[in-house]
Nanobody
Framework: QVQLVESGGGLVQAGGSLRLSCAAS????????LGWFRQAPGKEREFVAA????????YSPDSVKGRFTISRDNAKNTLYLQMNSLKAEDTAVYYC????????????????WGQGTQVTVSS
């Protein structure tokens, strides 16, 4: 069982930066593939980034590539999402997720989810 708690969201101007954190409970944190998703009002939840258990491999879609960076610190049981050059269309609730499948996953077939943190980008 893994419990995930996101933090770091807030209001930022377009072009600004935020770093989201996702703190996880559980002794097997390092065994999980981790991901970030987001959901804007009236839209489906969409994939933002994923990282393998040891941080060797990451993946993100073109919509955020070059602006967002996913990373993890297994010693601290924490996942991060560094978001730079934010745009108004990045406004959404951001969720972290964990999967026991040992490969990058871009769909919503994760086993555990956090409650989300709101990111609002003003234009």
């Amino acid at each position: 069982q893994v419990q995930l708690v996101e933090s770091g969201g807030g209001l930022v101007q377009a072009g600004g930066s935020l770093r989201l954190s996702c703190a996880a409970s559980g002794r097997t944190f390092s065994a999980y593939t981790l991901g970030w998703f987001r959901q804007a009002p009236g839209k489906e939840r969409e994939f933002v980034a994923a990282i393998t258990w040891d941080g060797t491999y990451t993946y993100s879609p073109d919509s955020v590539k070059g602006r967002f960076t996913i990373s993890r610190d297994n010693a601290k049981n924490t996942l991060y999402l560094q978001m730079n050059s934010l745009k108004a269309e990045d406004t959404a609730v951001y969720y972290c997720a964990a999967s026991r499948v040992p490969r990058l996953i871009t769909t919503m077939v994760y086993d555990y989810w956090g409650q989300g943190t709101q990111v609002t980008v003003s234009s």
